[in-house]
């Protein structure tokens, strides 16, 4: 079945840089776009980013635009997310996600990583 | 980007049918109909329940369904089960290409 596993959470200072992994299996990862998505403590969920099955395309949240680069290997069945340029309300704990296809909106979430930037 | 309107929390008893608004804008809604939910248990991953606005996904129960009517979208959920406890997000696509989720609904199982 589909497995979404990311790593790469911690503790971080502001202004400080960090890079998370989702490494994805069960599925034929190269095919479908995959999102970042990120929940504060105590708030809801907030879309960070979404990149193209091929890497092609990327969009992202308004808040993240310029410090966060969503990226991906295919030939690892792997998801990125760099984020620079660090902030204490970047604290939360980030999803990697699946689409349902190219980008028609998600259908399987990881389990998360936690970020802490203090 | 501001999240599409949720109440903050929603009840009812065991048996009893529920409705979770999802509200925006136009914009928010893009024009299409990519509207999703999610069921949320704190701690675990989150889980779709509804894609394009009214889609079941295979394994989720019939009791869960969708709706929209011009810029609100619903989420309802009839026969109300203790395990349906949970926090409820809806999400749209929007004429930005990009994503944007409410800001979350508590369903509570008296």
């Known amino acids: 079945q589909v497995q979404l596993v990311e790593s790469g959470g911690g503790v971080v200072q502001p202004g400080r840089s960090l890079r998370l992994s989702c490494a994805a299996s069960?599925?034929?990862?190269?095919?479908?776009?995959m999102h970042w998505v990120r929940q504060a403590p105590g708030k809801g969920l907030e879309w960070v980013a979404i990149?193209?099955?091929?890497?092609?395309?990327?969009d992202y949240a308004d808040f993240v635009k310029g410090r966060f680069t969503i990226s991906r290997d295919n030939s690892k069945n792997t998801l990125f997310l760099q984020m620079n340029s660090l902030r204490t309300e970047d604290t939360g704990v980030f999803y990697c996600?699946?689409?349902?296809?190219?980008?028609?909106?998600?259908?399987?979430w990881g389990q998360g990583t936690t970020v802490t930037v203090s | 980007q501001s999240a599409l309107t949720q109440p903050a929390s929603v009840s009812g008893s065991p048996g009893q049918s529920i409705t979770i608004s999802c509200t925006g804008t136009?914009?928010?809604?893009?024009?299409?109909?990519?509207v999703s939910w999610f069921q949320h248990h704190p701690g675990k991953a989150p889980k779709l329940m509804i894609y394009?606005?009214?889609v079941r996904p295979s394994g989720v129960s019939n009791r869960f369904s969708g709706s929209k009517s011009g810029n609100t979208a619903s989420l309802t959920i009839s026969g109300l089960q203790a395990e349906d406890e949970a926090d409820y997000y809806c999400?749209?696509?929007?004429?930005?290409?990009?994503?944007?989720f409410g800001g979350g609904t508590k369903l509570t199982v008296l």
């Open positions: 069960g599925f034929t990862f190269r095919n479908y776009g």
């Open positions: 996600a699946k689409d349902r296809g190219l980008d028609y909106g998600i259908e399987v």
């Open positions: 990149i193209s099955y091929d890497g092609s395309n990327k």
């Open positions: 394009d606005v009214i």
């Open positions: 999400s749209s696509f929007t004429s930005s290409s990009t994503w944007v």
């Open positions: 136009s914009s928010d809604f893009g024009g299409y109909n990519y």
